[in-house]
């Protein structure tokens, strides 16, 4: 089973073609898409626009971040700035392009001045997330950062220390594996963190092939 399944994951006809993993799903993207929502006052008046998860809506990996910055507020797109980078660099030593995982957020607005989002903000966003994971169903999620880690863990999380440790949580009704991971702007300003991040990603990745029905490295 490849990271996303070109539909067939869920049953759907197989695409057999060079490009298949990268053909996906499309039905259900308007049950994960937010297209108004202003249960966040504040955030409602400071947002340019709500930025909803991209890639494959049956994706077997998604990232979960913290929440839009500025560069992603603009654009529509989450993990577009240098974070962004970070992440497209280690997912390509990985042999994986961007648009092979499903990335998302906590809170789909940004926070004025890149500020955490309240506990309020990721308690009104979380129905949208459970969603999104619930759709997409993936095999494992990443959560990129403290923020995204201590949200879906429901508990505090010393993100450097626990980087690369795997969790069964109930998330939405259905126990999903969440492996823990430092943030990819933790690589910027501090470089020690190189490694922890890809070798958290590395065990993200060899968690989906060995938990599928066949092996996958291939595909890498
Ligand atoms: N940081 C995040 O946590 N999410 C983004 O989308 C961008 C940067």
Redesign the pocket.
Known sequence: MPLSGGGTRRGAPVIVGVNSRHVHRTDVTDEIDVSDCRRCEKLCASRSRI?NGVGPTDAALCFV?????E??DDTG?????R??EVLDGALRDLGLARGDVR?T??ARCRPPDNRDPTAEELTNCRPHLEGEIDAVDPDVIVT??K??SEHLLGRSVPVTAEAGSVHDVRIAGATRRVLVCV???ATLYDPSQRETFASALESAVELVDGGGDQSRLGEF
């Open positions: 930025v971040g913290e929440a839009p910055g560069r992603e797109e989450p993990f577009v700035g974070s962004g990335i957020n906590c990129l950062g923020v995204p943030h990819p702007a």
